[in-house]
């Protein structure tokens, strides 16, 4: 990417009406290691992501990639550790108080639509930069189950299934491919879809450690502890192979049903 | 467009007179994929939007172009989604205030003001940036069916019909040869042209998908289901045919009044 | 006309005491494709402008050129729109809000005061910038009629004739050349000169129409119908030819006066 | 005058002490076409300016360049005409507020340090500029008559008699000759000066009228219409024989008075 | 590492999604003489610092580097001291409010997130600077022992060992090597890992000192005298034998846990 | 002086640790032409200033450079008048202010200290410069007489006798010779050893005029009129006689006492 | 030092984590021409600057080094005079606040941190720059003597006995010779010290004066006058010879004690 005369500044267009230092931050979306996914089927929402060990730089423990905001609703991030830990306690207050005025928990789009002005607040003003981090937020509420993506570029919008991050291609082109399937799953086959499609990125690095959440219409959000993200584990590992024999035929299938619903 | 000094701030005049920041802001308006119609007759408004397959590089849902404000208003935009999401949230939130304020829904002419000074705001300060997207308004009150284009430049003005966006430019050309016949419409008929003029943009790229939205006297502002969307394609190919073999006579009119009536 | 070091900002004097962004704002004014005229008899003001047909990449409405802002006051505008719709939002603004504490119209004398007051500051401030539009404010109140022009520059100053925007040198060449008449004119008279003046810019592109507005001690601010002003264009035509045969002994006389009255 | 490094900002000062912004408004003071003069007696304070015809580029009425303020002030200007708009408005509100609050007019020397500090604070912030206009303000108070000359540099001091604005030297010319005759003039006397002095930038472009505007112990500040101009333009003809005759004696006595008076 | 345009300024993103201004900030943690080890196990909390003599060029008293902010917690740095004392100033403010408003003492978690807050902000706004500070925060509360660790950056991470400051290298390379063993330890035990872990940097530089401060369930945030020190660090130096004939043992342990546990 | 990248703005020290817009400011002190001389007994307190004659390019009458502040002080300057005016307007304020809370008159070292803090504020904070003057004030309190050197790097300075201003060396070389005798000098002497000082000053330029101002434990503030002023110019004259031969003899003494008591 | 990029802003980090405007705000304080001592023993604390003579320049009375602040606090300072000014303003006002809302004198632990506080935000602010002076605060309250050290860069550090300004170097040499003996000095042997310390500086310019402050338990914080300082001046020197000869002892004492107690 050559250096130009429009990329210092969020509040510069360049000829071409693009902003640069907005496209610049989704690139530290990408610097992490490891990759974040997110899917959603009628009645749960799962969150996997890979969680380093401890950096080797600070003893540190492993840095949590997954943090609950409250009963019905969490998130994931890949990017700058504390862009995210603003964005996360940004969502706690806003909770915090839709609660204490209100009885019942936000409604999820409600509150993404808060995220997104906070967002784009900073993409828009000269003194302040973009937020450097994708979050994948999940929640459950009386709409039913919600994957939603946030980006630097303050696009907050509604997943069925996604991946940001570090290498999340593959985990994008594994999602592509069961695309229909997820809506009609059940909680397990979610997990196992989300296991496999983060697996992609886990092949070169095996001290990496999948990390579970999980929120539904009967179940609280809730980051699976690691017996049972091991059972899972194993579960998808199984099913890996089942799959693989079914997976011909479900893409076909797909295909003809990508023109007819999308 | 060669690079000159006065591009940097859309506090700046270049010697000509011209706010480049602006202009370039214009230009994110083109780079989305897909354009937006809107037309207006009578008693009807209507807006179509080409929407994308969700995106492959997310698994996003297809995302919404075309917004609801309030029970006879709404949208549809081209550009920079965040900046579309924090104008449709600011007359959301405008809508409210007047309907706590007063009894009724807010004139649309008045709503319009507003969004001009919110926007003509952002080109006149250092600090901040021309939004980067173009919106399509579609309304309904006591003056009867309104469609208003808000540009970057914070140009709002109103439209009989409009097409802004990535490839408008087929559109645009069909919407005028066709502009004398928009006022007294039908809503099947409108619907139709708005279908057709759409069409220039379509042929190269089959998997986009036509949204339709409407409101009139009788009818809240509504986006159109798959299914009812479907059927006015049909119409419209069905018109389409009896349409060309008038068209040449059309033609000749619309000539004629032009002289005398724009 | 050079780049130089001084231009870039309202505030900054380039060393022979000129302020290079005002001036470049004034060339705002002259970006158009259409002139606008102004008249002041002691009992009507007329404002004239040339309409362009729907905007050929936006099948928009006709932009209308001239605003009302009470019911005896008008404007008409050339340059930028949306610099012209914050004016004429902001006066509306003044208005109302001296109808709200006081019984009556506002002195126009007092409302261009404070229009120059809030244009001043955007000259005046490196934040902002000058307004790029320059605007006819045609007005009755207690004092009589009147018409002031506002410029980027701030300038508010009282006329008895004069005209704005692209290729307005005819019209003002013509405006020179019957100054001393307009004073004692009647109505038709004032409207058939203002027909005149603006037609020297009218000349090639025959597709422009002519909108009028007209305010008086008897009539409120008004823009007159299609049907009206082709009256008042057929009427000045008529004249036209009477008036050809009058204007070289008119011309000596002004030239007399010229010299006594100004 | 050679660009250097230090003359973009009012708040810089260059290696000698100077602050160029601050010179650079002082030759808008002198871009106008015309001289500004102002005299003052014991009794009476006489402001005399050039005033161009109808502007040939606007056919605005003759700009008026000497504005009353409050009934026993007014002023003169030379410069940008929005920024002399901004101070009188300034000065009027100043005025008012004094009346409202106390019973009798401001004292003149107040309201001219309430002058000073308001443009000193235009050469002391980065973001403002220094206003581009000189005044001459004419007052009467019960400490007598005064005359104020008030610089973009916020320099506002008193004077017996001063001209500003273009081609000003030969009116400071003769006040300097005749300097010691001011104080103990007669109104019509001090008026014909006033006159004369003018005159000297008048010689080549004799389409500029004069105009004058008169405040004292029994007198408001007024400007003298167009006969009571003309009567005493006569008078000044008439005394010009005389004082030419008288002149060479006077100047004698001045130089002795200077040493021992100033 | 090469200047280059993205480093001036905290809100400019590189094109790789760098910040560089917070990475310089990182360095200013790295710029004084001596590293500081921080261990928790599940009841205690120790710091351990190496104190600088007086420095020379002021004569001034040793630096404290440990500070106390409440009864059960405290923080050590390495970097800036001004800054260190803001940030130490800010968590007593914090402390005291909580217990103003509240019974108890501050949950450490929570004061934690209004650290990372409040840091986070100097690296997003154009106005200020990052911290150029790192601190280790040692609390306890009903939750148990926390070691935190929080950088320029604005990264708040917690941690089960870490050192920061210059040289640290070394003991970081220590505490990897025992990190199963603290959680389990004694006070006696952790005290003397902390000692054995600064040991690394201290080899070249005799005249260092060791300084010890300790927090657990029952006991106060407490720096250690002289005497105390001095007990613990010979107790270290008789285990230091011990160990490092266990050593080899351990570190198989070791490398088996990992995988396992982290 | 060379131009260096250090002096452009009043808050970046050069690598030497000097702020060079306040030495620059400096020599916007020396600019004026006349010098400004400062005296003061265990009693009384002298100003004495050389003023112009009426300048020549505007007929002001002389500037003055003496301005009383309240009963018991005065000011004297040299530098820019406004930056003058300014000050002096915050001094009456201030002990405006005071008088109304408290009875009784401002103690000069207070008021001198507020002076201080306002004019080091404009040393401080970019969007400012510092105040391009330098102020002598005279006072007398119920400490006794004061007389205070105020310079443009905010430096407010108790002086027993100092000059200020263009060509000032000799002024300063003058009293640096008497020193001791101003102490106990009666209020003649002391007046008379300010014109001397100021004298050097005079020589080529015969027509400044000098000005003095006067406050003592039983006399007001007081600017001398032209008759009391030439009374002592008189006396001094006969003085210098005296003094000089006497001078030999009081310079040895001089000599000696600086050692003892300074 | 070469110039560099990141040295003209206090909010900007080079890529070393140095900041430069701080650095070279520390310039400021070695640019007057004298050095500042400061000591305390365990009841005592004693200040000792070099005042210059009166500036040849101004004839000033010589510039008072040692302010008090309230009875039982001072200070002495090096560098930018009106800075030390606005610092000492500051730390009175603190003081009074705190007594009029609590008996009894502020802890100075407490007030320095305030100070620190103050100081800090001025390096971190890119509107403000860094103070340019250094201070020693010599306080006595209810935890004993104390004596601080206040630096540009924001560093307030408790001190046994420090040097700062202009050929520091020598006295600093001198404390670090004598660093135990001052804890259980009487006043008397205290203030010799700093005498014999200062003068390391004094042997080249004998016409300094030497100015002495102390506060203790039993004492208030007092500025000597002249006969005492010749007193302590005179005990000094008959020390000196005793103490040469005593001082290879303690030498050696010194190093012993240094290993044991720092």
Redesign the interface.
């Known amino acids: ?1 050559r ?1 130009n ?17 907005v496209e ?8 992490g290691t490891t990759a974040t996914v997110g899917l959603t089927s009628k009645e749960y929402t799962v969150l996997v992501s890979l969680q380093g ?2 950096a ?8 949590r990639k997954i943090l609950s905001v409250h009963p019905k609703l969490g998130l994931a991030f890949a990017g ?4 995210a ?2 964005l996360h ?1 940004h969502l706690c207050t806003q909770c915090l108080t839709y609660n204490l005025s209100y009885i019942g928990e936000m409604p999820v789009a409600r509150l993404m ?1 808060g995220l ?2 906070k ?2 607040a ?9 937020f ?1 981090v994708g979050l994948l937020v999940a929640g459950h509420d009386s709409q039913g189950a919600h994957l939603y ?1 946030a980006m630097p ?11 940001i991050g570090a290498r999340s291609q593959l985990a ?1 082109r594994y ?2 491919r069961h ?1 229909n399937a997820f809506e009609h799953c059940s909680k397990e086959e979610l997990i196992c879809h989300g296991i496999q499609a983060i697996r992609g990125s886990l092949a070169q690095e095996q ?1 990496l ?1 999948i990390k579970l959440a999980i929120v539904g219409a009967a179940e609280e959000f809730r980051i699976c502890d690691a017996a049972e993200t091991q059972k899972y584990i194993e579960m998808s590992k199984r099913l890996d192979q089942e799959v693989s024999s079914v997976e011909a035929l479900t893409e076909e299938e797909t295909e003809e049903q ?2 007819s619903e ?1």
Request: proline share 6%; glycine share 2%; hydrophobic share 35%.
């Open positions: 990417m250096r005369r429009y990329d210092n500044d969020c509040t510069v267009f360049s000829p071409q009406g693009r902003i640069f230092q610049y931050a989704m690139e530290a979306v990408k610097q060990p401890a080797a730089d600070t003893s540190a423990l492993p840095q700058l550790v504390p862009d830990q603003i306690s639509t997104a002005i967002m784009q900073h993409t828009n003003r000269n003194e302040l930069r973009p450097g993506q570029s303050a696009a907050v919008i509604k997943c069925r299934a996604t991946a994008l999602l592509e695309w001290n450690e990508t023109t999308t």
